[in-house]
């Protein structure tokens, strides 16, 4: 577990998905806020707030055991083809 400081919304993303525990969010995304309060959170937590603060959106996150543990982004391609590109955190 890791010390980490986080704003207001970045806190309240951390409490739904620790009670969801097994399942899917969907919608992700953050707006920057100022610190709020440090939380204890598994290093994939961590890396899912980090990509959401440089302004990454995942369509759906996977949460398995209270913990985030794949991000799905949907787009399309250059050449028109749709895809759906995921991230293991």
């Known amino acids: 577990m890791i010390h980490f400081y986080c704003s207001e919304n970045e806190c309240q ?4 998905i620790l ?7 969907y919608d992700v995304s953050l ?6 309060g440090l939380l204890k959170v598994d290093p ?3 890396e899912l707030i980090r990509l959401l603060r440089t302004g ?3 369509d759906r996150v996977i949460i398995h ?3 985030p543990s794949i991000g799905e982004l949907a787009g399309v391609t250059q050449g028109g083809r749709r895809y759906l590109q995921k991230v293991k955190f």
């Open 13 to 16: 993303l951390i409490e739904d």
């Open 19 to 25: 009670a969801i525990g097994y399942g899917e969010i």
């Open 31 to 36: 707006e920057a806020g100022a610190p709020y």
């Open 44 to 46: 994939h937590t961590v």
């Open 56 to 58: 990454v959106k995942f």
């Open 65 to 67: 055991d209270s913990a």
